[in-house]
């Protein structure tokens, strides 16, 4: 081996040894929510156009809001009564949706980096459940998550016995699978919670379908 290759050697195995520690440390790295979710990053923030209070929690570099959107905006409705908005938020077409000032609706991306924060989509869900009020399966089951980051995420809809509760959310995102005649896309694309899994999964629905909404500071 050359002298000027000798010389360079000692810097290569450096250069190598660190690069192999970060990636251990990465690898081997395991999910803290004090680290990604610390609790000094979450409060309450208040809505400048009807003055209602909603909590919010930070996870990694997102401000996600910890309740469901619960704004009178055009095309919104409550589940069966009025009074079920205060529990579950109001219902929208993704269209109607109008976020909070210096907030918006998440794109299904913005859902996936959360996912990831929480330590990937297969344990999500698990842990953005809220630790009560979701059904278990089967008796002696628990159905509920951690609710690890104070997200709060609660069931909205309840699928039968076979299959418990669901949350679902709109996105911003948009199938482009089907196209309606006038050019747009005619479905939304869903970021869903259940009760028998710990993932977080995505779906599609009509565009004019009413669903809850979690939206995002921007």
């Known amino acids: 081996m050359s002298e000027p290759m000798l010389k360079c050697l000692p810097f290569a195995i450096l250069f190598l040894s660190l690069f192999l520690m970060s990636c251990t440390t990465d690898a081997d790295e395991e999910w803290d929510a004090a680290r990604v979710c610390p609790e000094d990053k979450r409060g309450v923030f208040t809505d400048s156009r009807d003055g209602r209070e909603y909590k919010y929690t930070t996870i990694g570099n997102q401000v996600w809001m910890a309740e469901n959107l619960n704004f009178l905006s055009k095309s919104s409705e409550c589940f069966d009564k009025e009074s ?41 869900g698990l842990r953005l459940k809220n630790d009560t009020e979701w059904k278990p399966l089967n008796p002696g089951d628990n159905g509920n998550g951690l609710n690890e980051c104070g997200f709060n995420l609660i069931p909205t809809y309840e699928l039968g016995e076979e299959y418990g509760y669901m949350a679902v959310f709109l996105t911003a995102s948009m199938d482009s699978a089907a196209w309606t005649g006038g050019g747009l896309p005619a479905y939304v694309v869903l970021a869903q919670a259940l009760s028998y899994v710990d993932s977080i999964v995505f779906g599609s629905v009509l565009r004019s379908t009413y669903r809850n909404v979690r939206c995002v500071k921007d």
């Open 84 to 124: 079920l908005c205060e529990n579950f938020g109001r219902l929208y077409e993704v269209d109607s949706v109008e976020c909070p000032i210096g907030w918006h609706l998440p794109s299904r991306e913005e859902w996936v980096t959360l996912a990831n924060n929480m330590g990937g989509i297969e344990v999500a």
